[in-house]
């Protein structure tokens, strides 16, 4: 029988969180450190988000989840999220007139899935929650690791491991068999993993800023049904395509939709020197027409000045392992610009790829007699590395190219090129 495995995930953002679900569920001994505390706990601020951003959630996502050993995880999933069938064109005719033109995503109708992120990680770790065999350190940040001799040490807040409040910061070591480094772009594990393994690293921050925005659900007295509720088509992602910006909207599953200014940094800057803020509505109605009548001027201002203003960072890293003792997934190894909708699902595509090479590999040493683990390992990392950074380098390429697509290259396949048919 295999011999049961310390694994150690850090980060419980999606990614470790479905990672820790697969180890969990292969009867492993699983453990998962997070920086802050537990996201179900509604004092905890989401790292980087005023909210909860809400994600185009894919085939490449589902097909994970769906093999992560959870009968009922896709079913409960699912039933959060709002299908969006293409995107929507957004903009003005010569004559001033506005105009939306759907461009369906599929022939077949198929669609992407619109999910709140928040809520999809709360609900993978209510199921963790439940495995007798997976522990989670909240308030736990991974300071150090040893991957020859297998330790690490965490940074402990707050005294929120031995449940005191008020105890000072202090400092914890552990083993562990396997690490499973999921802790997003800025990661500590690949800054670790650095030092054993010869790792190429390649980061780019593009100049483009993305804030947050929201429209709000209609008021309909005659009409409780939360289809009524959406000033604009639930079943779209929405673009305003404005060249050199772009400003989106994804619906959320309470009427409201969540939209994303992304624009260059010395346009926020711009912005930001009028303190009254009257560019503000100026501009979105010079580059995105429409949305003023979606969000008033004044929640416009007020969301620009109080939402903050994040960079937008593109990573490539290989490999991804260190020989039997630890891995990055994810953001972690991979994080990529958000126009091609991919970098959780990528994330959670590297979980399945990640358990699928174990397992195989695993399996060949089952004949073996006291066979140990982490030779099996070793080799399985080995050929993870090689097969995925392949195409997670492709993603990453992709997701840049994408955000060309959306924000200039829309416009020259709809409205110009129908008018024209129109015309002829
Ligand atoms: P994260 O979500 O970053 O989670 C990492 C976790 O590790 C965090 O909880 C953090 O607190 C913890 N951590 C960090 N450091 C430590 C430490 N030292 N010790 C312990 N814990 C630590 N993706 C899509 O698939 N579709 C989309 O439509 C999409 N849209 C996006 C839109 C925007 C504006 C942005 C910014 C991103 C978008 N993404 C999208 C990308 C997606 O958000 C990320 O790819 C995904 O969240 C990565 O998940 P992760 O679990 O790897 O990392």
Known sequence: ???????????????????????????????????RGDLRD??????????????????????????????????????????????????????????????????????????????????????????????????????????????????VKDGTSSG????????????FDFMIGADGAHSAVRYHLMKYTRMDYEQQYIDTLWCEFQIQPKENPEDDSL???????????????GKKF???????????????????AEFYTFLESDPSGTHIPDFFDTYFPGVTDLILPAQLISSFHSNPHLPLISIKCKPYHYSSSAVIVGDAAHAMVPFYGQGMNAGLEDVRI???????????????????????????????????????????????????????SVLSLSYRFRKWLEEQ
């Open 42 to 155: 509604p004092s905890t601020t989401p790292l980087n988000f005023t909210k909860s951003i809400n994600l185009a959630l894919s085939e490449r996502g589902l097909n994970a989840m769906r093999h992560a050993g959870q009968p009922k995880l896709i079913d409960h999933v699912k039933a959060a999220t709002i299908p969006m069938r293409g995107r929507m064109i957004h903009g003005k005719k010569p004559n001033g007139q506005l105009y939306e033109e759907a461009q369906d995503y599929d022939i077949h109708g198929r669609a992407i899935l619109a999910i709140d992120r928040g809520g999809l990680n709360k609900r993978l770790l209510d199921i963790l929650e439940e495995m007798p065999n997976v522990t989670f350190f909240f308030n736990h940040k991974l300071t150090g690791a040893d991957f020859n001799k297998n330790k690490a040490w965490f940074e």
């Open 1 to 35: 029988m295999e011999k049961k495995q310390k694994i150690v995930v850090i980060g419980a953002g999606p990614v470790g969180s479905l990672a820790a679900l697969y180890a969990a569920s292969r009867g492993n001994d699983v453990e998962i450190y997070e920086l």
């Open 164 to 175: 005191e409040k008020g105890q000072r910061a202090r400092e914890i070591e552990i083993d």
């Open 354 to 408: 990640l358990f699928d090479i174990l397992d195989k590999h695993a399996r060949m040493d089952e004949e073996i007699v006291d066979h140990d683990p982490a030779s099996a390992r070793e080799r399985a990392l080995d050929e993870y590395s090689r097969v995925r950074v392949q195409d997670a380098h492709a993603i990453n390429d992709l997701a840049l190219q994408n955000y060309v697509e959306m924000r200039a």
């Open 227 to 241: 289809m009524s509720k959406f000033q604009i088509s639930p079943n779209h992602l929405h673009i305003w395509p």
């Open 246 to 264: 772009m400003f989106i909207a994804i619906p959320s599953d309470d009427g409201t939709f969540t939209c994303t200014l992304f624009a260059p």
